[in-house]
């Protein structure tokens, strides 16, 4: 395998660790994606610019070093009827990733990686402080079977993320057949699709999502009965579906539409109690981007 084709290679997978530990969800050099998701009947709106820059560096050793950034501008809105007028207030929250990863290659088959990443995840009202901080460790290994009738890929590992309530390591389990000419289905999390291959310039994927975010607040929010919230956590499950079309060979726009199954968006206290449900109603989902791959 040539170093551009192993490099895409190691940089998907990379890709994905990143997505489980909740950062990074993609192994593409640049990114550039918008998400709505419009109001719904709790009153609630959000939408979500994402910014992605990832370098992948390749050692004497066929070993890869992947440096990474990822930037993300939530804007959230909220209005019905009892809500306090700080909540309300809430508007603009970000979530920045720096990744550095180390791919190792132990032999044709398998790769052995390790993720670290810094994030900070606030709403940027004042000077960083130390809520805004918090880190993600994830490692796994991978076995590729390439050169067969159905080819396939798994993904084994660990992943440890701060912000979580329940705070040890987790586990990563992935699997991808490529079992038809045409299809190619994905068994995972936070992902898991089916794909349609037209051919090598239009592709459909129907996707069962999970997503969410973390944030610290800045300015604690006093609620009726004198709580007070000092994060806001959001969690949801989706079902998309999607259409990709090649520019180039490395370059691609998509967009994607689809429902919530489940969703909730809440406020907690310092004890990371819930203590005020901010949406749980259903609502549509869109995303649309560019992407320029490896």
């Not at 699997?175 to 992902?191: C, D, L, M, N, S």
């Not at 994607?256 to 406020?267: A, P, R």
Request: contains cysteine; proline residues 4%.
């Amino acid at each position: 395998m040539g170093n551009g084709r192993r490099l895409k290679y190691v940089c998907f997978w990379v890709g994905y660790l990143w997505a489980v530990c909740g950062v990074a969800q993609t192994p593409d050099i640049f990114r550039a994606e918008y998400m709505m998701m419009p109001r719904n009947d709790q009153g609630a709106k959000l939408s979500r610019i994402k910014l992605v820059v990832n370098v992948p560096i390749t050692l004497k050793d066929s070993s890869n070093i992947i440096i990474g950034g990822e930037y993300n501008r939530l804007s959230y809105g909220l209005r019905r009827d009892g809500i306090p007028e700080e909540v309300e207030g809430l508007r603009h929250l970000h979530v920045v990733d720096f990744n550095l990863a180390y791919v190792y290659h132990y032999n044709e088959f398998w790769r052995i990686i390790g993720v670290v990443t810094p994030r900070l995840s606030s709403t940027l009202g004042e000077p960083i402080e130390k809520g805004d901080i918090s880190f993600n460790i994830t490692g796994g290994v991978l076995r590729e079977k390439k050169h067969v009738d159905k080819p396939s890929i798994l993904v084994l590992g660990i992943a440890y993320n701060s912000t979580v309530a329940l705070r040890v390591p987790l586990p990563i389990v992935y699997y991808e057949r490529r079992f038809h000419k045409h299809w190619t289905y994905v068994i995972g999390a936070p992902k898991t699709a089916i794909k349609y291959h037209f051919n090598e310039k239009h592709q459909l994927q129907s996707e069962f999502i999970l997503d969410g975010y973390y944030v610290n607040l800045q300015n604690s929010i006093i609620l009726p009965g004198g709580g007070a919230a000092t994060s806001i956590s959001s969690s949801a499950a989706l079902g998309t579906l999607g259409y990709q079309y090649a520019i180039k060979k490395s370059a691609f726009l998509y967009i994607y539409g689809g429902h919530t199954l489940f969703q909730t968006s809440v406020l907690r206290n310092s004890d990371r109690d819930d203590i005020f449900t901010l949406n749980d109603g259903p609502s549509f989902y869109m995303r649309a981007g560019f992407r320029i791959g490896l």
